[in-house]
């Protein structure tokens, strides 16, 4: 399987449009909150509930994958009880990108496509689960050079 994970886009519809037409071979896009936008203006991203959006977005969800369960929450952190059941944890909020293993837990923030925080011109996040295999590269949005190749064999 491979996702497309954005967050933070800003009302910024078109580098989602954008991003869907330079990889369609995706089998999920996501977006983590905070696109401002209602979900027919982000097509075909699924998105969660952000702290400036304003349309009924959940405010988590969760996927199935073969490595475990995925949680989507716009906000970091995550409760006792979501960490029993997460493999892969996908937030936004903080507009920097990162990739990191905690508690055996894969976090997955892809940064802000269009207001980053982190030095970036912008950046998603590429997930690929493959044969118990994880893999994540974050892409700058506009040299597409990788920011952060991470993997768990």
Avoid: W
Wanted: hydrophobic share 30%.
């Amino acid at each position: 399987m491979k996702y497309l994970i954005v967050s933070d886009s800003h009302r910024n519809d078109e580098i989602l449009s954008s991003l869907y037409k330079e990889y369609p071979d995706c089998d999920v896009y996501i977006h983590a909150g905070d696109s401002c936008s209602d979900m027919y203006s982000i097509y075909p991203f699924d998105s969660v509930l952000g702290n400036c959006d304003f349309y009924s977005f959940p405010e988590r969800k969760h996927l199935t994958s073969e490595v475990g369960n995925i949680l989507i929450k716009h906000h970091p952190g995550l409760s006792s009880k979501e960490k029993e059941n997460t493999r892969i944890f996908i937030h936004g909020h903080t507009h920097c990108y990162k990739v990191k293993e905690e508690d055996g837990i894969l976090i997955i923030n892809p940064g802000s496509v269009t207001h980053p925080r982190d030095g970036s011109n912008g950046s998603f996040a590429i997930l690929r689960i493959e044969n118990g295999c994880i893999y994540v590269d974050v892409i700058d949005v506009f040299s597409k050079n990788i920011l952060i190749h991470y993997q768990i064999m």
